[in-house]
């Protein structure tokens, strides 16, 4: 399998995200939104980004790792936030690195201001499109 990573010439330089990613070979997962959530349903981090930033990344990563993927294998990633201002998505993308323990690789990925999500209190939501793959090829151009 091969990813390749493509930021075209004309276009601004993108900063933690790659405008486009090809894919050759691989079976994709699609993860569901993955909100600030304990496996009680208990809301984690209630009116606080950075918190439902982390626990959101938290459970995503978990939803990459039951299929065999890591953060590497995401090709999209949308990241739904209510109340989106600087403060807040700073909040946001510090508690997913924070989730991660490392530097989060860039993806093709869009963050979303919301007025609400699905449930009172949730201020953060995570979807993914991962590949899956033993080894995978990854390019960068």
């Known amino acids: 399998m091969k990813i390749e990573h493509i930021n075209p010439t004309g276009l601004l330089k993108p900063k933690g995200y790659t405008h486009v990613i090809t894919v050759e070979g ?52 949308t990241i739904y936030v209510v109340g989106p201002n600087a403060d807040t998505l700073t909040a946001v993308t510090n508690g997913m690195g924070n989730a991660a323990g490392k530097r989060i690789p860039p993806t093709a990925s869009t963050m979303v201001g919301m007025e609400r999500l699905a ?6 939501e995570i979807d993914a499109v991962a590949v899956v793959c033993q080894c995978p090829e990854r390019s960068r151009t």
């Open 26 to 77: 691989g079976k994709t997962a699609y993860i569901a939104g993955q909100g600030a959530y304990d496996t009680n349903w208990n809301l984690v981090g209630e009116g606080d980004h950075y918190d439902q930033g982390k626990q959101s990344f938290t459970n995503l990563i978990m939803a990459l790792e039951g299929v065999g993927a890591t953060l590497e294998s995401i090709v999209k990633c």
């Open 119 to 124: 449930f009172d209190g949730m201020l953060v």
